[in-house]
């Protein structure tokens, strides 16, 4: 795997490691159409993650020496949980379950802006930070919240650490 997929889909991945989801990664090559036919080639590095069921989910992941951004990471997390709901890959809707609400919903990944969470009104917290600003706060992570409190219950591909729903009763 180059280090930009691993990179990209590593964290999500090892979330399905801890899970038991199998699956097999295929590396290609997307050239934009849109490259001037000299100078640099911006050909697009798409990973296809192939599971059991036969489905395969395309991710971006960049291409040699493009920087991985929290954004990508959260693409890849946000379609490799779609795969395992949608293709009901562990028999569930719910995964990963949320230890709030057990049973009811799962957690979605987003993004975790740590000087953003302790703010009052996150509806208005939409303008940018003005540039000096904005170097000082540390790149977002992606996490995997609630969905129905967005609360954040742990970094994406740190599922393992999660202890397990306890099942009611
Ligand atoms: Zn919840």
Do not use: K
């Not at 599971?51 to 992941?61: F, I, N, P, S």
């Amino acid at each position: 795997m180059r280090p930009e997929t691993a990179a990209v889909l590593g964290p999500v991945l090892r979330d399905w490691d801890s899970s038991g989801i199998g699956y097999r990664v295929q590396e290609d090559w997307a050239p934009s159409p849109y490259d001037p036919p000299c100078g640099p080639r911006s050909a697009a590095a798409v990973a296809v993650v192939w599971t059991a069921d036969g489905c395969g989910t395309g991710v971006l992941t960049g291409a040699p020496g493009e920087p991985v951004t929290a954004q990508m990471v959260l693409a890849a997390a946000d379609a490799l949980h779609d795969a395992v709901v949608e293709g009901r890959l562990l028999g569930t809707t719910t995964w990963p379950p949320c230890p709030l609400h057990p049973g009811t919903h799962p957690l979605t990944p987003r993004l975790h802006e740590p000087d953003r969470e302790q703010s009052r009104h996150p509806g208005r917290d939409l303008h940018p930070h003005p540039g000096p600003d904005r170097v000082r706060h540390p790149d977002p992570d992606v996490v995997w919240a609630c969905a129905r409190t967005g609360q954040a219950v742990c970094r994406v591909g740190e599922l393992g650490s999660v202890p397990a729903e306890r099942a009611p009763g």
